[in-house]
């Protein structure tokens, strides 16, 4: 089993930036492709950013290009998103998520986390 854990999520005013974590601890999971996802209220969750641990491009979404950059550090087992030039539209549950392959459906990853909060106000 793999346990996804996100931090980061807060209050931040428009123009800001905040910088989420996603842990990942129990068994080994080099090989897998880690993805970001957010959920605003009302609306269905979108996917917005992928990368491998062992490297490569990363994928984005249109709607984050050139603002959120995704990023990891295999010492430390944590992937990264990085966002900037925040926008109130941005207030979102985030979520990591573990899978082997890249997809862009949440519930095809095969290890979720919970998720962290982050609130733009305008």
């Known amino acids: 089993q793999v346990q996804l854990v996100e931090s980061g999520g807060g209050l931040v005013q428009a123009g800001g930036s905040l910088r989420l974590s996603c842990a990942a601890s129990g068994r080994t999971i080099t090989n897998y492709a880690m993805a970001w996802f957010r959920q605003a209220p009302g609306k269905e969750r979108e996917f917005l950013a992928a990368?491998?641990?062992?490297?490569?491009?990363?994928n984005y979404a249109d709607s984050v290009k050139g603002r959120f950059t995704i990023s990891s550090d295999n010492a430390k087992n944590t992937v990264y998103l990085q966002m900037n030039s925040l926008k109130p539209e941005d207030t979102a549950v985030y979520y990591c998520?573990?899978?082997?392959?890249?997809?862009?459906?949440?519930?095809?990853?095969?290890?979720r986390g919970q998720g962290t909060q982050v609130t733009v106000s305008s």
């Open positions: 998520a573990a899978n082997t392959d890249f997809r862009v459906e949440f519930y095809a990853y095969t290890y």
């Open positions: 990368i491998r641990w062992l490297g490569g491009s990363a």
